[in-house]
């Protein structure tokens, strides 16, 4: 089961809209409701910000938005600001003997 | 509201094994799927294996296969995560995770176990 495809870095200014591909099989995100996204600070846990593809948990700002489109999945966030600034990663559950698969990673940069 | 906490940071030698702990609380853990996953340093995030409560087995990464022990302490809520034949790049932060929702989002955290491995 090989990771998830993201982009390697993406940035924007402070109140543009950014958005981070996760691109699968039909295997996982494809076939999977089971997409989740994850805000990871230096040094710290993973944060889960969306989940069952497009679900916030509480707490989590409107700003971060998620959607699915055949094998890939999208983190939109809008209104970047400073604190935004994190690594991101997305994970999907997989119909295969891995049960659970995580993207390479996004790290996001405002300028 | 589920409260994870993993044991200290550990030292090993290459051919060594790691026992990584997570005491749970907020809940039991016989209502809970904990799963590990691990992060080398300034790498990806990897799935190890967890409990899948759709067969009610602990299920185990391929390549982890052989190497890896998940077990669980029901009298204490402890889940603990063995590593056996240990080498550098093994070297990695250890985290405990909790499948949540529909066991379908890994929504709470341990913060984390450095291991590293070297001679």
């Known amino acids: 089961q090989s990771a998830l495809t993201q982009p390697a870095a993406v940035s924007g200014s402070p109140g543009q809209s950014i958005t981070i591909s996760c691109t699968g099989t039909?295997?996982?995100?494809?076939?999977?409701?089971?997409v989740s996204w994850f805000q990871q600070h230096p040094g710290k846990a993973p944060k889960l910000v969306i989940y069952?593809?497009?679900n916030r948990p509480s707490g989590v700002s409107n700003r971060f938005s998620g959607s699915k489109s055949g094998n890939t999945a999208s983190l939109t966030i809008s209104g970047l600001q400073a604190e935004d600034e994190a690594d991101y990663y997305c994970?999907?559950?997989?119909?295969?003997?891995?049960?659970?698969?995580f993207g390479t990673g996004t790290k996001v940069t405002v300028l | 509201q589920v409260h994870l906490v993993q044991s200290g940071a550990e030292v090993k030698k290459p051919g060594a094994s790691v026992k990584v702990s997570c005491k749970v609380s907020?809940?039991?853990?016989?209502?809970?799927?904990m799963h590990w996953v691990r992060q080398a340093p300034g790498k990806g995030i990897e799935w190890m294996g967890g409990?899948?409560?759709?067969?009610?087995?602990?299920i185990y990464a391929q390549q982890f296969q052989g190497r890896v022990t998940m077990t669980e302490d029901t009298s204490t809520d402890t889940v603990y995560m063995e590593l056996s034949s240990l080498r550098s790049e093994d070297t990695a932060v250890y985290y405990c995770?909790?499948?949540?929702?529909?066991?379908?989002?890994?929504?709470?955290w341990g913060q984390g176990t450095l291991v590293t491995v070297s001679s």
């Open positions: 907020g809940y039991t853990l016989t209502e809970l799927s």
């Open positions: 995770a909790r499948l949540g929702g529909s066991y379908s989002h890994f929504d709470y």
């Open positions: 994970s999907s559950y997989t119909s295969s003997t891995t049960l659970h698969v």
């Open positions: 039909s295997s996982d995100v494809g076939g999977s409701k089971y």
């Open positions: 409990f899948d409560p759709e067969n009610g087995e602990t």
């Open positions: 069952d593809v497009n």
